[in-house]
């Protein structure tokens, strides 16, 4: 089915590393990429469409929806997915969402997680509707957000006490 | 943000404990059902009807199958067993034979190398319809006036109750026709399996993410016409379900494409697909009225209610007994005269959410107490404490009440929550109705509070023995549980560990993965998992409990009767014997397997009488929202919350419940709907069928309710249901406070509001 046209090998740079993509067909997404060819499955897909934010990553500095990422076109960017954000332990941010119980299903999660990290990297001392409004790209049909909302707060208390 | 949760040493019952399985859903290890792989695997994909009703004149998949990398297509005429399968009434063909009776019915099915290959196969299939007009009025179905669009007819169940003096007429009436719209669960972890086939040929493993194995196992064997020992399921991480699991969708697609192909099978809806590929909440039409004294005493009430199964049975039949038996709502009511219908149409089909028939019914009867509460010139709180049930009140099937019913506690506490702030003067605008669209004017936004008190009934109904099987291993000090509960989010992980350290003190806890080699579990549904597994879990540990101790009393030459887990020791209640429980269990294995049943129930007679129901949960809630009046738009500023949860075995979990379940209440109150213009579904994405953010999530304050039921395993009642139930119509009345208008329908749109 897929002609040689249709393929292609190139290199992703995630998470510090260069990774080659072989035999890929042109049309996949930066998501499919991660996930199914270069063993990266914690960004999660939920609607294919960037609305529910599941499989944010954090591309050149900015906070995208890799389902909407044509995975071809992210050569030579610097791409950070949850698998990246740290190596081994586990980030305050990260540490705050079991804290406070921001985790049911966890579906939403690792997205959400890119997501704060992201905001709190920008801008380090939010206010409660800079939060909400930073993370309403994000849909997690669990929780409906307050312990999320907590989980945040209580990473900036943290942070603005070091 | 306003509750605080205190946390204990020990994670025992009644402690927040975190979930075992948070560290891996935080870095993105934890395995989804769509996160699983197999070596050689191919993908699946379903082609479906794009009619709501229409012939099927041919269908060839012979280019289909030319294309390079596809491996199969199957049609009807591939499956070797039971051509069709349904939760309660199996009448759902697996593909599509001759006719098509909703938009989205799956036809047929491809595997391939790659999804996109998938796609052009799925493309490459030239399916001939002849196309019908579609039955989409459930009226239609009660009249007999359009012909059959199933063997089985159109009427899916009709119930009628006959409860007292129906010549009873009151000096108050009011009467209204009320609509609720049809809710999607949305999960965010879309339906997914791996199908392994056996190398024979003569069976398969499938990691699958549901809401009930055993059930899944049992349908997919049929339709395969294998044994069901052959079928091996594992539970994959699930990414919620809150209903939309405990049909069948994927299974046996997924399992078929394996059988005939040799090759692991993986399958994974898009969203689009999602929307087609699992029940709804049903729509509905509730007539209703209310005769009351002159102060407000409920006297009898009538009711019609019409629920649009759509083409297929589903759960239908127990979502309309739910709805039937709850229109009265938490009040004591003592004459009725209630018809329900279920209709088949050619309408997606309908079956379980999150409420499951109750979130209609209660929609309509807290609408009719507001109306009774303005007829009666009562507030809206003082017409519900005065009808509000207690413990040993009837319900109109004439099933007592034996729940412990804190109606009017539940009324009162959440009175006395405090309303939030009036507006500031300069308000931020990201909180005005209209949000992030920055279309609010200060000027045009009225505030307005509303209520909404609601009845649940737990477990499964109608005489239908849901148990649920658990096993404890006590070996050298560690516990091992076994059990087949489906983990979707709710945090049954977290709680078995919690009951197994407080019967047994230990601390160290495994959880096996959950799989069809224990007995089932049931469904995780009908707020039902902790009473029942937990009831499970509790009664394997006290299984193992009496063993230990009779080996400690044989040790030290005591009556085991007289020992007591005291923290993580053993006690001699009558001497001094204090030795660890890790001590005690020392080069020894004890394993129990135990299987919780509740109380049998009844069916309904013809006047829908009968002990149908198991138990019961209540909660109230009031919101207050603030709307523009000119946009019609929507913010719901707070939803104050007084719970009845028997016993919080977990209160960050149990917080996690009614924070959600409430998000959902809001979402069917002003935005969640799927659009249907004669039977063709016009939003089938996230980005039509618009969902609560965190921009639209309103403060919550929570009072968890802590009265013990003696008649639930560990005091506690199931809390998943009751915060999505009320919350609606608190904030449909919460409008029609702020407006004047009628709201008779959710989700309320702007044009309900300023047309």
């Not at chain 1, 305050?92 to 049911?104: M, S, T």
């Not at chain 2, 549901?210 to 991480?237: V, Y």
């Not at chain 2, 230990?506 to 799989?515: A, L």
């Amino acid at each position: 089915m897929r002609t040689m046209s249709e393929t292609q090998i190139y290199s992703l740079r995630v998470n510090g590393k260069l990774r080659e993509v072989t035999d890929a067909w042109l049309g996949e997404s930066l998501l499919y990429v991660l996930r199914e060819r270069l063993g990266l499955p914690g960004s999660k897909g939920a609607c294919e469409q960037g609305e529910c934010g599941s499989c944010t990553v954090v591309m050149d500095g900015a906070a995208v929806c890799s389902c909407l990422v044509l995975a071809a076109s992210a050569v030579g960017a610097d791409i950070t997915t949850i698998e990246g954000l740290t190596d081994g332990a586990l980030t305050d941010v990260q540490q705050a969402f079991i804290d406070e119980g921001a985790v049911q299903c966890g579906f939403c999660t690792p997205g959400l997680i890119v997501a704060v990290h992201h905001l709190l990297d920008n801008t380090p001392k939010p206010s409660e509707m800079e939060v909400k409004e930073a993370l309403s790209g994000n849909i997690c049909r669990c929780t409906g957000y307050g312990r999320i909302f907590a989980a945040v707060t209580r990473v900036i208390d943290q942070r603005a006490q070091q | 943000m306003s509750t605080s949760v205190v946390r204990t040493r020990r994670d025992t019952l009644g402690t927040s404990a975190l979930r075992p399985d948070g560290g891996a859903k935080v870095q993105g290890s934890f395995a989804f059902s769509s996160d699983v792989w197999a070596d050689n695997m191919l993908w699946g994909a379903t082609l479906r009807s794009p009619h709501p009703y229409a012939r099927i004149i041919s269908i060839d998949t012979s280019e289909a199958i030319k294309i390079a990398g596809v491996e199969t297509v199957l049609t009807a005429e591939d499956v070797p067993g039971k051509l069709t399968y349904g939760l309660i009434d199996s009448d759902q063909p697996v593909f599509a034979s001759g006719v098509v009776r909703y938009m989205g019915e799956p036809v047929a099915a491809v595997a391939a190398d790659h999804p996109e290959t998938c796609r052009r196969a799925l493309a490459a299939i030239r399916v001939e319809y002849e196309v019908l007009e579609p039955h989409v009025n459930p009226e239609d179905s009660i009249s007999g006036s359009v012909p059959p669009i199933h063997p089985n007819g159109n009427l899916l169940r009709h119930q009628r109750i006959v409860c007292g003096d129906t010549s009873v007429t009151g000096p108050v009436m009011v009467e209204c026709e009320y609509e609720i719209g049809m809710q999607d669960q949305a999960f965010l972890g879309l339906e997914a399996a791996l199908a392994i086939p056996d190398s024979d040929g003569g069976g398969l493993e499938m990691i699958v993410a549901t809401q009930w194995l055993h059930e899944d196992r049992k349908q997919i064997a049929l339709c395969l016409g294998l044994p069901e020992e052959n079928i091996r399921l594992t539970l994959g991480g699930v990414g919620g379900a809150f209903g939309a699991r405990e049909d069948i969708s994927l299974q046996v697609h997924a399992s078929l494409l394996a059988l005939r192909t040799g090759r692991p099978i993986k399958m994974q809806y898009s969203r689009e697909e999602s929307f087609f590929g699992h029940v709804h909440r049903h729509p509905a039409k509730i007539w209703v009225r209310h005769h009351a004294s002159n102060d407000g005493m409920i006297l009898k009430i009538e009711a019609r209610m019409v629920f649009d199964g759509g083409a297929y049975a589903s759960t239908s039949a127990a979502v309309l007994i739910n709805a039937v038996t709850h229109i009265q709502g938490p009040y004591r009511c003592a004459n009725a005269i209630v018809d329900g219908f279920a209709a088949r149409t050619n309408n997606p089909p309908c079956g379980a959410m999150r409420g499951f028939g109750v979130v209609q019914a209660c929609f309509a009867h807290e609408s009719q107490m507001d109306k009774l509460a303005q007829a009666c010139g009562l507030s809206p709180v003082e017409i519900r404490l005065r009808n509000a049930m207690r413990t040993g009140d009837r319900l109109i099937t004439g099933q007592p009440v034996e729940s412990v019913a804190p109606v009017e506690r539940c009324i009162r506490e959440t009175d006395a929550i405090a309303l939030p702030p009036q507006m500031t003067s300069s308000p931020h605008e990201l909180s005005l109705p209209g949000g992030s669209g920055r279309t609010a004017d200060r000027s045009h936004i009225v505030r307005g509070i509303g209520w909404g008190v609601s009845i649940k009934n737990l477990m499964y109904s109608e005489t239908f023995d849901d148990y649920a099987t658990a096993r404890c291993r006590l070996d050298n000090g560690v516990v091992t549980l076994k059990f087949a509960t489906s983990e979707v989010g709710q945090g049954f992980v977290t709680l078995a560990p919690q009951i197994a350290r407080s019967v047994l003190g230990v601390d160290t806890v495994i959880v096996d993965p959950m799989d069809t080699t224990i007995g089932s579990a049931g469904s995780t549904s009908a707020s039902r998992q902790t009473w029942m597994s937990g009831g499970a879990v509790d009664g394997a540990c006290r299984l193992v409990r009496e063993r230990l101790f009779e080996h400690v009393a044989q040790q030290h030459n005591l009556d085991p009767l007289q020992l007591e887990i005291d923290d993580t020791d053993i006690i001699d209640t009558r001497g001094t014997l204090r030795i660890s429980v890790s001590k005690a269990s020392a080069g020894v294995a004890f394993e129990e397997t135990f299987e919780h049943h509740h109380r049998p129930t009844e069916d309904l007679d013809e006047n829908g009488q009968g002990n149908c129901h198991v138990a019961f949960a209540f909660v109230a809630h009031r919101a207050v929202v603030d709307v523009d009046t000119e946009l019609g738009l929507v913010k719901v500023v707070q939803i104050a919350t007084a719970q009845d949860v028997g016993r919080a075995l977990n209160p960050l979990s149990v917080l996690g419940q009614i924070e959600g379940g409430i998000a959902q209440g809001l979402g069917l109150a002003v935005m969640e709907e799927i659009l249907m213009v004669n039977g063709i579904v016009k939003n089938p994405s996230f980005t039509d069928y618009l969902l609560p953010t965190a921009l639209d999530a309103p403060d919550v304050v929570a009072i968890l309710i802590e009265e013990p039921d003696p008649q639930a395993p560990l005091g506690a009642k199931g809390v998943g249901e009751p915060p999505c139930i009320s919350v609606t119509p608190a904030i449909a009345a919460a409008i029609r406070d702020a407006t004047g208008r009628a709201i008779t329908r959710v989700p309320v749109r702007p044009s309900d509001i300023c047309l």
